[in-house]
């Protein structure tokens, strides 16, 4: 019987598909992704919300749950989900720890790949997010919000597109320094090698030149601020060989980086236990920031 060929490290093509299926190692998907529904909702129904274009597009908005003093600092938030589209609008769960722990908190919205490749591809999502970023720097006394201390949270794929975000060269988007003062990335991918190699590509379209500027890991250099990479011990290895590989890349060179293993979480746990605030993952995420 034929061996299966290996086609990245030591997984064969199978092996590789199923380590970027997240459905695979999350036997509770649903019902995590219930919880964070049903949070979002009751954060909606407790909090006062308000919607502020970015953009020219109905993608370009950004959800903002004020926090009750002004110049607080600003959290913003970017969401996972194979950078698809996410019909379930449950990017405000953990918007109570935030606000309650004194930061304003932002949830970004921004345009999703087709399922299949077509017009919309990842620069698109990136660029949008960026110009979210440079829009906070411009408005965010607007609502009460501290431009000087904009905090990055990303989780899954928007882990990966906010790992994009700290590596942005910001002197080319008019922004003389860099606006992020903190990133936290949880769950994220920082090499798009594999996920490029594995069944992700049917949708996930990009040339050779377009995989290594959104492969943040080949770009540590660029990254200034303090960084929280986390993952949880139930996800999937591969998951986990990516955040540790990318910690290990930023204290290689010089960068201030903490790597963060949370015991018994899969990959949608530790997104949603940041809705509690005396979570490992919350509590983390206030002190990195340093909010009380």
Known sequence: MPVAEKVFLDYTQE?????????????NIDD??????SLSAEVREQLVHVERRYGITADETLEILPAAREGAPVVLFIHGGRWLAQPHNAFVHFAGTIVGAGAHYVAARFASLPPTPGRIRMPLLIDQLRRAVFWLQRHAPEFGGDPAQIHLIGHSSGAHLASVLLTTRWIEYDLPTDPIRTGILISGMYDLRPVLLSARSRYVELSAAEEDEYSA????????????????????PEFQRQARDFAAALERTGRPVRLLTVPG??????????????SPMAQAA??????G
């Open 217 to 236: 890991i080949r770009h540590v250099d660029r990254i200034t601020c303090p960084v929280l990479v986390a993952h949880g011990t139930d996800e999937s």
């Open 15 to 27: 092996e590789l598909d199923r380590a970027y299926d997240q459905a695979a190692w999350v036997p």
């Open 265 to 278: 979480c899969n990959h949608f746990e530790i997104n949603a236990s940041l809705g509690d605030r005396t």
């Open 286 to 291: 206030l002190a990195h920031m340093g909010l």
């Open 32 to 37: 995590m992704r219930a919880l964070t529904q």
